[in-house]
């Protein structure tokens, strides 16, 4: 396995790679779900480590402050998938705060880590984020707008943990006599 060093730099490697694919306006909201299980080779929520959360979150917010992104950190399902962000996120969109602290056992070791990484966090329940990073299938669909699109990465895996990554679009409507703006397909 590598170490936490090679862990932080391929996470960063890996949201360079994806920004690089999609485009995304400042202030946009990327939701990342992690299995730190996942990642060091074990079942998800059978393996947590502080340490790889700590690791992956340092190398996701190079990026995502690179890219004047907020972070969105997915809790595991014992919070019900609760999302861990700044406070400026949650007001900007109008997000309701909800009280809870993640713990490595209880929110997972990566939505811990987001939240004392963060300068000020708060948990919510629900977003409608702009696009989205599933490290380690722990299921961040519902936490995207409508129209998710996959984003076919070179990078598979980080650590032993599948990766999948998907933009979110405008809803087409108005059928067969409508004309569509093609920059935002």
Same mark, same amino acid.
């Given at each position: 396995?590598?170490?936490?060093?090679?862990?932080?730099?391929?996470? =960063?490697?890996?949201?360079?790679?994806?920004?690089?694919?999609?485009? !995304?306006? !400042?202030?946009?909201?990327?939701?990342?779900?992690?299995?730190?299980?996942?990642?060091?080779?074990?079942?998800?929520?059978?393996?947590?480590?502080?340490? $790889?959360?700590? $690791?992956?979150?340092?190398?996701?917010?190079?990026?995502?402050?690179?890219?004047?992104?907020?972070?969105? $950190?997915?809790? !595991?399902? /014992?919070?019900?998938?609760?999302?861990?962000?700044?406070?400026?996120?949650?007001?900007?969109? /109008?997000?309701?705060?909800?009280? @809870?602290?993640?713990?490595?056992? $209880?929110?997972?070791?990566? =939505?811990?880590? =987001?939240?004392?990484?963060?300068?000020?966090?708060? =948990? @919510?329940?629900?977003?409608?984020?702009?696009?989205?990073? +599933?490290?380690? +299938?722990?299921?961040?669909?519902?936490?995207?707008?409508? @129209?998710? @699109?996959?984003?076919?990465?070179?990078?598979?895996?980080?650590?032993?943990?599948?990766?999948?990554?998907?933009?979110?679009?405008?809803?087409?409507?108005?059928?067969?006599?409508?004309?569509? +703006?093609?920059?935002?397909?």
């Amino acid at each position: 396995m590598n170490t936490l060093d090679e862990l932080e730099e391929q996470t =960063a490697s890996l949201l360079e790679e994806f920004f690089s694919n999609i485009s !995304c306006n !400042c202030g946009d909201i990327l939701v990342i779900g992690c299995s730190t299980s996942e990642v060091l080779g074990h079942q998800i929520g059978t393996y947590s480590s502080k340490e $790889a959360g700590e $690791a992956i979150i340092r190398g996701a917010l190079k990026i995502t402050q690179k890219f004047c992104v907020f972070l969105a $950190a997915q809790c !595991c399902e /014992h919070l019900n998938r609760a999302i861990i962000l700044e406070e400026k996120a949650a007001s900007l969109y /109008h997000l309701e705060p909800v009280n @809870v602290i993640p713990q490595p056992k $209880a929110g997972g070791s990566f =939505a811990t880590a =987001a939240y004392y990484s963060f300068q000020k966090p708060v =948990a @919510v329940e629900h977003i409608q984020a702009h696009a989205g990073i +599933d490290i380690g +299938d722990t299921f961040i669909g519902m936490h995207l707008k409508p @129209v998710a @699109v996959p984003i076919r990465l070179t990078t598979k895996t980080l650590g032993y943990a599948h990766i999948c990554a998907a933009r979110t679009r405008p809803k087409f409507i108005g059928g067969s006599r409508a004309c569509y +703006d093609e920059t935002i397909i």
